[in-house]
């Protein structure tokens, strides 16, 4: 996992909760240490314990923290490959052009970068079809990413995001669409 994704989820916990709140979160989930390099990549396990136990202490679904953690995401990452977006796009476009601007430059920067594979379709004007693939299987996440950028865009009262298939394979079908 990319440390820049880590390092949001730190920011993330201590503004929806505290630092206090963190460090525990990081000791429950047997890390050495709660501070990660943007530079570095880590294992996936460090996100998989520290989002579980997160779920585990606020009481709601891992799956729904991932979706919520996936939201707050989006206006980081618009602005590190804002030079990698057109600024005529809106969600639908960003979403059609997302493997080949900013997944492409995350793989070239670092050999052990994984994003997942996004092959989406464009079935109209208003609708797409993302089919995600992942073993990392993080379908939630990327629904999250997919509201916040509707939500960047200033459209979220008008995007309809609905997975497909269950949100937690390898294997997850996104039908975003446009009302």
């Given at each position: 996992?990319?440390?820049?994704?880590?390092t949001?989820?730190?920011?993330?916990?201590?503004?929806?909760y505290?630092?206090?709140?963190?460090?525990k979160l990081v000791?429950l989930?047997g890390?050495?240490s709660g501070d990660f390099?943007?530079?570095?990549v880590?294992?996936?396990e460090?996100?998989y314990?520290?989002v579980?136990?997160a779920?585990?202490m606020?009481?709601i679904?891992a799956?729904?923290?991932?979706?919520?953690?996936?939201?707050?995401?989006v206006?980081?990452?618009?602005?590190?490959?804002?030079?990698?977006?057109?600024?005529?796009?809106r969600?639908?476009?960003?979403?059609e052009?997302t493997?080949h601007?900013m997944?492409?430059?995350v793989?070239?920067?670092?050999a052990n970068?994984a994003?997942?594979?996004?092959?989406?379709?464009?079935?109209?004007?208003?609708?797409?079809?993302?089919?995600?693939?992942?073993?990392?299987?993080?379908?939630g996440?990327?629904?999250?990413?997919?509201?916040?950028?509707a939500?960047?865009y200033?459209?979220?009262?008008?995007?309809?995001?609905m997975?497909?298939?269950s949100?937690?394979?390898?294997?997850?079908?996104?039908?975003?669409r446009?009302?």
């Amino acid at each position: 996992m990319h440390g820049t994704i880590l390092t949001l989820l730190k920011r993330y916990v201590q503004t929806q909760y505290d630092h206090s709140t963190w460090v525990k979160l990081v000791e429950l989930s047997g890390l050495d240490s709660g501070d990660f390099s943007h530079k570095e990549v880590y294992p996936d396990e460090h996100l998989y314990a520290l989002v579980g136990r997160a779920a585990e202490m606020v009481g709601i679904p891992a799956g729904e923290l991932h979706e919520k953690f996936g939201e707050y995401l989006v206006p980081d990452l618009m602005y590190m490959y804002q030079k990698h977006l057109n600024p005529n796009w809106r969600t639908l476009d960003m979403l059609e052009h997302t493997e080949h601007t900013m997944h492409y430059e995350v793989r070239r920067q670092h050999a052990n970068n994984a994003p997942p594979v996004l092959d989406v379709k464009r079935l109209n004007e208003n609708e797409v079809i993302i089919n995600y693939v992942s073993v990392r299987r993080m379908g939630g996440l990327a629904v999250g990413i997919v509201r916040g950028v509707a939500a960047y865009y200033d459209e979220a009262d008008r995007i309809d995001v609905m997975p497909t298939t269950s949100e937690d394979g390898e294997r997850v079908q996104i039908h975003v669409r446009r009302n």
